[in-house]
């Protein structure tokens, strides 16, 4: 008979009692392992895109937050002052930019197949694969050698061990993402199915207990008991207004609700188990972290609201001149009535104003806010009611006093386009609705770049093909003057060809089509499929520089997009590859 180191014998495998504490804690910590490995290999992939980062100043810019220039009235120059650069892109690349190009296209070729995204999912395969690798992980360490039936503690564990990769995922400052140069809404959908995998896992803990104390005719008046209870009463609703109609219709129960959840969670699972502790401190420094940031990136400006229409709010914020690039995102509060403790995420419209090509641009960040729920309405309610109210005393031409002049309070930024369109030789971007906030300040930054700096980054881009899906004439006029300016700048560059098309569903005030250069209209709803297919016709003939292309909008133009890619990128791989940037506007 086999003994222990003290000499004790050790009854047989077969005799021996389980002993939940010491055999289900290791599958917990091999859990964590898993999923910490897995982010220190995505980490890893995303290794030249954090380093570029880093030597451009960008991450540490991130992290500062935004900030304003004192010298700025120095620096700045005039759009129409300031001159145009029209350096002509290098026509002979070089050997090793010939290699890049080549190994970029065929790589591209082999990933974007994981674009493609099934119906009604809004996942796309790459997500799917995650979520079925993590699922299956998860499950496999809750069964593997475990005697559930008798002893359901080890899925209890597994519940534990997932709290700090929710938490993790769950941050505005999302460390993970940030390290992959990723916003933190890309990983979001990660966050909300590992949620459902503790939800899975404690359905399993708690059930099979409370069978088997249905069983044997236990009561519960335990306060182990009583507790466990309690935490999976929450753990309930927690899921349950996490769903997506709850989010969109309901989204501040949702919130709040979130909130008070998690803090009730933890107290109650504390007293349930002293084995949650190690697994809760962590996730409390992930949100920690989180919470320190966004206090040192808090800022306070002066922001001017213009109603462009009854649909449409304009907010113009002063004083932001470093610290964030075009395509970002900043969450606003808007400090008027009860809506100060509401905050929204709004894309930044414009670029920095030593690239942008917008007249008015001068140190401000551009943002829209479209009207759909009571926080935008109400916005666009305050700064209609103060225009009506000063028609009479504002002359026509006195454009400084339009608008309502508020505080508000930015935390960012967030978010932004996860590669450089400049190096690409064809760019392709699409906006549908309120999409246009983030396509027309990618824009912006893309042909300031190559008109006022003089593709002084290196910049391949030849052509770039504009498009936006809105429902009527009006909704141009919610940015005219902003797509005007950089539509007049690009016409006047011989290297870069930009050309805009307006697809309107309804036709409604025709008269509100504003004179832009190289642009026209159509009549009907627009096929992303088409529209990407004819411009990679138009780009094999000469095309070797690649085709990037970036779409934002609601996420049936967002699903369209990717499969469109998915299916194109075999064909386009000797034309340098193809890459895609979307951004989903839903909840």
Known sequence: MAV?????????????????????????????????????????????????????????????????????????????????????????????????????????????WSLYSPPL?????????????????????????????????????????????VFLLATKNNVLATLMGRGYEKLNFLHRWAGRGIFLSTTIHGSLWIKSHLKMGVGFKDSKEMTGLASYAVLCVMVLLSLRPARRFVYQVFFIS??????????VMCYHTPYASPWIFPALSFYGLDVFLRFLRYRFKPATLVAVDRTFTQIVIDRCDIGWVAGQHVRLRVL???????????????????????????????????????WTKALNDMASRIDE???????????????KEVMVMIDGPYGGISFDLGTYEHVLLVAGGAGITFTLGVLDDLVGRIVRLGRAGGEKTTKIEFAWCIKSFGCIQWFASQIEDVANAAAKCPSLELHMKFFVTCLCDPEALPDIPNSEVTMVKPSITKLLDQFVHDASPSGKGGIGVATSGPPSLVDEARNSVAKLSPRVAHLGGIALHTEVFCL
Not at 258 to 267: I, P, R, T
Not at 346 to 356: K, Q, V
């Open 4 to 112: 222990d180191e003290n000499g004790i014998p050790i009854p047989p495998e077969e005799l021996q009692i389980y002993n939940s504490s010491l055999q289900d804690p290791p599958y917990a910590k091999k859990f964590a392992f898993v999923w910490v490995a897995a982010a220190a290999f995505c980490v890893l992939l995303a290794s030249p895109r954090l380093w570029r980062s880093l030597r451009s100043g960008r991450f540490f810019a991130a992290v500062r937050g935004i900030g304003e220039d004192f010298e700025r009235d120095s620096k700045y120059e005039s759009v129409l002052a300031s001159g145009n650069n029209y350096s002509p892109p290098s026509s002979s690349p070089t050997t090793k930019q010939r290699i890049t190009t080549i190994v970029r296209g065929w790589c591209s070729a082999l990933i974007t």
């Open 121 to 165: 999912l809004r996942l796309d395969v790459g997500h799917i694969l995650l979520i079925i690798g993590y699922l299956v992980t998860l499950i496999i360490c809750v069964l593997r050698e475990a005697e559930l039936i008798t002893n359901a503690n080890r899925a209890g564990y597994l519940t534990l061990a997932q709290i700090p990769f």
């Open 258 to 267: 979130h909130v008070l959840g998690f803090v009730s969670f933890f107290v």
């Open 336 to 374: 008027f009535g009860t809506r100060v403790f509401e905050s929204h995420p709004l894309s930044i419209c414009n670029a920095p104003a030593s690239i942008s090509n917008i007249t008015t641009s001068r140190g401000q960040i551009l943002l829209g806010a479209r009207v759909v729920g009571d």
């Open 389 to 403: 109210e000063s028609d009479a005393e504002r002359c026509c031409d006195d454009e400084k006093n339009k608008g």
